[in-house]
């Protein structure tokens, strides 16, 4: 029977590709709206012939997810992926050891994880599925890599499907010309829901700005109570970076190591004169250097080199997790490094707040390239962090802050001093 894989007949609007010469198709919807579904049925549309072993329009695929395990268990293997939506006559194979699927007319599309974006570095494809982009950690250089893979054929195209975050690469996407968007609530595709998920979740958080991010799938630009704004952050930027009379490195060093590890934050800034006295010193974050997965030794040498890039005089460094370790670390790869020690006896929220107040006097500016951070900032709101994982960097970039303008004014954390 062919009808049940006739997706054009079952399809929701939202589900179906729209019309016109774009490039990217980014379906934004809220859980369970059927993206997934959706972005299946494109690939299969893209490699699929008239035939079982008729040529398709494209050959060579990328599939790019937040991780290895959710390209295959979601994208691949899931309810709604690519093989549970093929016809047996056509239904191609999963080849574990290349990460690849292979249709029977010879069109392949390999498996990427969005921790590693220079996997992409080297392939080339005529079209690509990203998945759950909003949520990746490294989303602005994965999907720029990606972009520089896509360079086979006459028009390559890429189909996004995510839950909405306000998150810097996903608003530049849709900002971009040749992007076409779709939008579906979660209530769109209820009759393949449980009726009591629908009935408490929206019982739950209704009226709140998850249910509008989660369930209506609409991109909420500034978080509740966020500590920083787009707007802000905005008028903080910079092209070039001024005199600095004194620049520091901060590191928030990851409780663990390894892939799937928090990200080390580290945060070089500097300060500048901006008056008469030193409450009106202005501060400028230079660069984020930021490293995921690396081993203790890997970010304290990261550390060290975002020293010797800037010159700068000091590296500030959170103990919280790992105490005289975390010193005798960065000792190991410099044993004369000047290292200022801080340890924290509040909360987050508390520590970010007082830093939160230097932006809205205008006292510190954002040089270009620092989207991961900022993603984070927006995400820091007067309740907690709204994002996944730990505010690595905008923890490291308090510590610089602190360090720089806020010591010695009764506003910092506490800090002690070798």
Known sequence: MALPYLFEFWAHDHQLPPPGEWRSWVILGGRGAGKTRAGAEWVRSMVEGSRPLSAGRCRRLALVGETQDQVREVMIHGD??????????????????????????GAEAMAFSAHDPEGLRGPQFDAAWADELAKWRRAQGTWDMLQFALRLGTAPRVCVTTTPRNTGALKRLLAAPSTVVTHARTEANRAHLAASFL?????????????RQELDGVLVEDAEGALWTRAMLERA????????????????????????ADTCGIIVAGIHPGGQGPRDLRAVVLEDASVQGASPTGWARAALDAMARWQAERLVAEVNMGGDMVEAVIRQVDP?????????????????????????????THLPGLEALEDQMCQMTTGGFEGTGSPDR?????????????????????????
């Open 80 to 105: 709604s992926g690519i093989l549970a939506c093929s016809p047996p006559d056509r239904r191609p194979l999963w080849h574990a050891g290349r990460r690849c699927l292979i249709w029977p007319n």
């Open 199 to 211: 009935e408490e979740v929206r019982a739950r958080y209704a009226g709140t700005r998850l249910a």
């Open 237 to 260: 930027a910079v092209a070039t970076a001024p005199v600095c009379t004194r620049v520091v490195v901060a590191v928030d060093p990851p409780a663990t190591s390894g892939a799937g």
């Open 336 to 364: 004369l490094v000047p290292v200022r020690p801080v340890h924290a006896t509040r909360g987050k929220v508390a520590r970010a707040e007082p830093v939160a107040a230097l932006y809205e006097q205008g006292r510190v």
């Open 394 to 418: 905008v923890d490291a970039l308090v510590w610089a802050l602190s360090d720089l303008v806020l010591r010695g004014a009764g506003a910092e954390p506490q800090l002690r001093t070798l």
